[in-house]
């Protein structure tokens, strides 16, 4: 009785992963096979031909989206758990409000906001360059960052800060050497989806990085497909490289990652 | 409390500096920016020269009156509400399926996440290819069953069906793991009393899971909405908004105004992009409402 359950998940599970699979299968398929009828179920005559592709062309591509992913993540911890920290402990005359602005500040649509960005980049001479997209992309995470941050410091043992104060650790060094340490998993946490969601942005990207010198790699993706050249299996190839974040995230981080999407939406 | 002494607030307010200027910077500045440009005639020269003239909601009249806007609201409406209907219903069966521990189910759910976490540019061009009308797969599979070729990307009636229907596979794994969270929160005490009063596994769904269920699945439903009413990047790769307008949102049509004509309009794009704010803060503000209501419970 049990394994049949475990038998229709794990077709469940391949329905739902089969475009994955898909993507799979097609960055391995020659040009010629591509536009075959019946398509190759599973890459026989596979190729490396589109990674090849993806070795030559979009190397920088992809340092340009580590670089943006790390500074958003430098950039979204800088911000994001002092103030936590501050909201959790220290009772800060409205707070509150900062709180709810935050949660406000999540649901603005990012469309909306690379229009706003356009006009002050533009005016500043920060438009195409790493460190606008950096910023802009860090929106996507400080108030995710700072809320989280929050739910988890707010959990922190009174004693134990009471304990550093009586050794005469002020604020800062409570900060620092307490609470920091202690909210390890929380940085784990707001650092992996910094990072995804700085690494996947395509918006910010298209509207303030489209002329620049260096692009991330869903433009280079993007400008793949805008090309036309219809070379899929490089086109997937990039695909599948550029999930690789996702996918050791997933691997490694796998109770970090649901507790992250539940964080947010429902209340212990 | 010590911190509510003069210097406690002092060390308080140095800790959120950094996030209040953050906010004033890089939230509330390129928002009234926004506002702005939405209220003046800009044209490229004036957008980097200054001095576009005032012309108040001379962009909003010019938007309602536009022949693209009541297609654009019934797109974003259908969307949103297909999406939403699918995502949760799919998601909620799934749910309750993997509650059922049995072996492989936390690994199995884990891969569930894979949609979720992929950058959207994938998941966008890998439907892309499938739903392809010549060498797509999911035209091959329809012709095994005889089912004739679906010009998914290419035809008017299909586009925002295609859009919705990849939208409905990213959005599957959210819906998965909130509610799966929320069902871990029934007391098992709670199903075994129902089993004793002899309701099956049915009646037990609808009677018990179903209404305990409910502040879990309103939270679910309006985060996800507001979720939904953003999305561009997805039907941007996919159809660009065409062909013809077929699959053109709020979201799509504010990216075209601004960015995707060689003339850009960015006071129209800035109106339609101010009035998907105002659709997402209604939304977002019945959630943050609910949620503090349970959270007072």
Known sequence: MRYWKTAIGLVLTGVMLFPVYWMINVSFTRDTDMRKSPPSWFPVNGTLEGYRAVLDQQLPYLSVSLVVGLGTVALTLLVSAPAAYSLAKLRPRGGGVLGFVLLIAQMIPGIIMAMGFYAIFLSTGVLNTIPGLIVADSTLAVPFAVLIFTAFMSGIPEELLQAARTDGAGTFRTFWSIVLPVSRNSIITVSLFAFLWAWSDFVFASTLDQGGDHQPITLGIYHYIGNNNQQWNAIMATAVIASIPATILLIIAQRYVAAGVTAGAVKD | ?297
């Open chain 2, 1 to 297: 409390m010590a911190a509510r002494t003069r210097s406690g607030q002092w060390a308080a307010w140095a800790f959120l500096a950094p996030v209040a200027v953050y906010l004033l910077v890089f939230y509330a500045y390129p928002l009234y920016r926004n506002v702005e440009l939405s209220l003046r005639n800009y044209t490229v020269r004036s957008f980097v020269q200054g001095h576009a003239p005032f012309t108040g909601f001379a962009n909003y009249i010019k938007i309602f009156g536009d022949a693209t806007f009541g297609p654009a609201l019934w797109h974003t409406v259908v969307f949103t509400v297909v999406s939403l209907a699918f995502q949760f219903g799919i998601g909620l069966a799934l749910a309750v399926f993997f509650s059922r521990n049995f072996r492989l189910s936390a690994t199995l759910r884990a891969l569930f996440l894979v949609p979720w976490l992929l950058p959207l540019i994938v998941s966008a061009s890998t439907w892309s290819w499938m739903l392809n009308s010549d060498s797509g797969v999911i035209n091959v599979v329809l012709g095994a069953f005889g089912i004739d070729p679906v010009n998914w990307l290419t035809s008017p009636d299909w586009s925002l069906w295609s859009v919705t229907i990849a939208n409905i596979w990213i959005g599957i794994p959210f819906n998965l793991v909130v509610l799966y969270s929320g069902l871990q929160g029934i007391s098992p005490a709670i199903y075994e009393a129902a089993a004793l009063d002899g309701a099956g596994g049915w009646q037990r769904f609808w009677k018990v899971t179903f209404p305990l269920l409910r502040p879990v699945s309103a939270i679910t439903l309006l985060l996800g909405l507001v979720y939904t009413l953003k999305v561009f990047d997805l039907i941007w790769i996919m159809t660009k908004g065409g062909p013809s307008g077929s699959s053109t949102t709020f979201a799509t049509w504010s990216y075209r105004l601004g960015f995707g004509n060689l003339v850009p309009s960015f006071g129209p794009g800035a109106a339609v992009g101010n009035l998907l704010i105002v659709m997402a803060l209604i939304f977002g503000l019945i959630y943050i409402r609910v949620q503090r209501r349970q959270a007072h419970t």
